[in-house]
């Protein structure tokens, strides 16, 4: 349902022809014949309603439609454009997506994990959200993560358990508190080798200890993404490694964007006019001056509003949820 933070009027009238509303997805699936029903996700039969409603309500446009908008202030938009991205690179996409965007004759956004698809590795961001779905008890998660920091207290200067609840302030939209914890310890405050031996550590336990093949099931491959190119979908950036990139430094960053545009060349994709999701919606100034050196044309965040033409930095682009819209 429509989320009352956002307004349901702010998420339809866009008259002006410079406002487009751009919404992003991730898992599209079978959800209840799954094996990870409780991953959160659209099923493909909420997502066929969705783009009805869609339809209904809206103009679907392309990237090159909103690239076109963005770098000629003069060009209109249709009334009510929206813009659908899918981030992340799933199988999903290529199985359950392509195929009904198809059937609708609607062009949409790509942004795939490059060291997923390239490396055959479950990535971290996705070994939690299916640790979560095969072991909802959270409590328990937390209590097994910060039980386990006595081994590495030697090695890292790790803090107290408070000290870490404490210094964990934000809040998501969607999640409760103690997932949110769960997961910006293993995102981000741990040390990145306690992180990852943390995670690797409850994805065996948890899910699986096969994780090449759990990758070449989750994923797309390369020559799916030429695929879904070759139908007119935009295929962007989305980093190397899914990783928080306003927490980098400006070094890592670098590495991390050309890494992913080296992805993009061996899938066969133009670089003239490439785009960047960011993973978590993680930005800053100083990633920003390096996309606009490499002559970046549009970047998209997580904050979740109406995109306006005539007051967005191009490479800041907002962007709602599906969860924002019926289905």
């Given at each position: 349902?429509?989320?009352?933070?956002?307004?349901?009027?702010?998420?339809?009238?866009?008259?002006?022809?410079?406002?487009?509303?751009?919404?992003?997805?991730?898992?599209?699936?079978?959800?209840?014949?799954?094996?990870?029903?409780?991953?959160?996700?659209?099923?493909?039969?909420?997502?066929?309603?969705?783009?009805?409603?869609?339809?209904?309500?809206?103009?679907?446009?392309?990237?090159?439609?909103?690239?076109?908008?963005?770098?000629?202030?003069?060009?209109?938009?249709?009334?009510?454009?929206?813009?659908?991205?899918?981030?992340?690179?799933?199988?999903?996409?290529?199985?359950?997506?392509?195929?009904?965007?198809?059937?609708?004759?609607?062009?949409?956004?790509?942004?795939?994990?490059?060291?997923?698809?390239?490396?055959?590795?479950?990535?971290?961001?996705?070994?939690i959200q299916f640790i979560l779905a095969a072991a909802p008890?959270?409590?328990?998660?937390?209590?097994?993560?910060?039980?386990?920091?006595?081994?590495?207290?030697?090695?890292?200067?790790?803090?107290?358990?408070?000290?870490?609840?404490?210094?964990?302030?934000?809040?998501?939209?969607?999640?409760?508190?103690?997932?949110?914890?769960?997961?910006?310890?293993?995102?981000?405050?741990?040390?990145?080798?306690?992180?990852?031996?943390?995670?690797?550590?409850?994805?065996?336990?948890?899910?699986?200890?096969?994780?090449?093949?759990?990758?070449?099931?989750?994923?797309?491959?390369?020559?799916?993404?030429?695929?879904?190119?070759?139908?007119?979908?935009?295929?962007?950036?989305?980093?190397?490694?899914?990783?928080?990139?306003?927490?980098?430094?400006?070094?890592?960053?670098?590495?991390?964007?050309?890494?992913?545009?080296?992805?993009?060349?061996?899938?066969?994709?133009?670089?003239?006019?490439?785009?960047?999701?960011?993973?978590?919606?993680?930005?800053d100034e100083s990633l920003i001056e390096i996309l606009r050196?490499?002559?970046?044309?549009?970047?998209?965040?997580?904050?979740?509003?109406?995109?306006?033409?005539?007051?967005?930095?191009?490479?800041?682009?907002?962007?709602?949820?599906?969860?924002?819209?019926?289905?």
């Amino acid at each position: 349902m429509i989320k009352p933070a956002l307004g349901s009027s702010s998420l339809i009238k866009t008259e002006s022809g410079r406002s487009v509303t751009i919404v992003m997805y991730h898992y599209v699936r079978d959800l209840e014949r799954s094996r990870y029903p409780r991953i959160k996700g659209l099923s493909i039969d909420r997502f066929r309603n969705q783009l009805g409603y869609i339809q209904a309500n809206y103009v679907p446009i392309s990237a090159e439609d909103l690239l076109e908008a963005v770098n000629f202030p003069h060009r209109k938009l249709p009334e009510n454009a929206i813009l659908l991205t899918f981030d992340d690179g799933y199988s999903d996409h290529f199985e359950n997506v392509l195929p009904l965007l198809k059937e609708k004759g609607i062009k949409a956004c790509f942004f795939p994990m490059a060291q997923a698809i390239l490396e055959h590795r479950v990535l971290d961001v996705n070994k939690i959200q299916f640790i979560l779905a095969a072991a909802p008890n959270v409590s328990k998660l937390l209590d097994e993560v910060f039980d386990a920091l006595a081994e590495f207290r030697s090695e890292y200067s790790l803090k107290s358990r408070e000290a870490y609840l404490m210094s964990i302030t934000e809040k998501h939209r969607y999640d409760p508190r103690e997932v949110t914890i769960f997961k910006r310890l293993l995102q981000r405050e741990l040390p990145e080798p306690v992180r990852a031996k943390l995670v690797q550590r409850l994805f065996a336990e948890h899910v699986s200890s096969d994780e090449a093949a759990f990758s070449d099931e989750l994923y797309m491959s390369l020559e799916q993404l030429g695929m879904l190119h070759s139908e007119g979908m935009h295929i962007g950036s989305h980093g190397y490694r899914h990783v928080w990139l306003n927490h980098l430094s400006p070094e890592c960053q670098e590495v991390e964007v050309d890494r992913s545009l080296e992805f993009l060349r061996q899938a066969g994709i133009p670089l003239r006019d490439w785009t960047i999701c960011y993973p978590y919606g993680g930005v800053d100034e100083s990633l920003i001056e390096i996309l606009r050196t490499r002559r970046c044309s549009l970047g998209f965040t997580v904050e979740p509003r109406i995109a306006d033409l005539e007051r967005e930095d191009r490479l800041t682009l907002p962007r709602i949820d599906t969860n924002d819209l019926p289905s």
